[in-house]
């Protein structure tokens, strides 16, 4: 019961970023791809680049920030799945390509804050 509970609320937490980069002038082209190596929760289209993005939500930062929490490990892992995802569909392969993190941080008063990280880490950044 608890995994439907936790999967229920980072669905709602991906549909507010997805909402929210839309506002923006970003175009859906997928959500939760999955593969082998990983999973990216949603992959948008900023103009000419293909921006793919990290949804991290926590009800509550008293211990970190949403945006803190995907460390260098994650990173690979969405490095390495967005690389299988260009092999496959060979229409973005010519695509400058961006990692992005949507954190959505919540407080003890239900109020949420959304914070766009644009470009937060690149795939031959020498922490990786």
């Known amino acids: 019961m608890v995994r439907r509970d936790t999967r229920a609320v980072g669905s709602g937490a991906e ?3 997805e909402q929210f980069l839309q506002r923006q002038g970003l175009r859906q082209i997928a959500r939760n791809f999955r593969c082998r190596l990983g ?3 949603l992959i948008m289209q900023d103009h000419t680049q293909l921006v793919f993005v990290e949804v991290r939500y926590r009800a509550n930062n008293r211990f970190s920030r949403a945006g803190l929490t995907v460390d260098s490990h994650k990173q690979r892992k969405i490095i390495r799945t967005a ?3 260009l092999a496959k569909k060979c229409g973005y392969a010519n695509c400058v390509c ?3 993190i949507v954190a959505i ?3 003890p008063h239900g109020k949420r ?3 766009w990280i644009k470009d937060a880490f690149r795939p031959g950044d020498s922490r990786l």
């Open 15 to 17: 549909r507010l970023a």
């Open 105 to 107: 941080d919540g407080d």
């Open 113 to 115: 804050s959304i914070e």
């Open 83 to 85: 690389a299988l995802f």
């Open 39 to 41: 999973e990216i929760d």
């Open 98 to 100: 961006r990692f992005d």
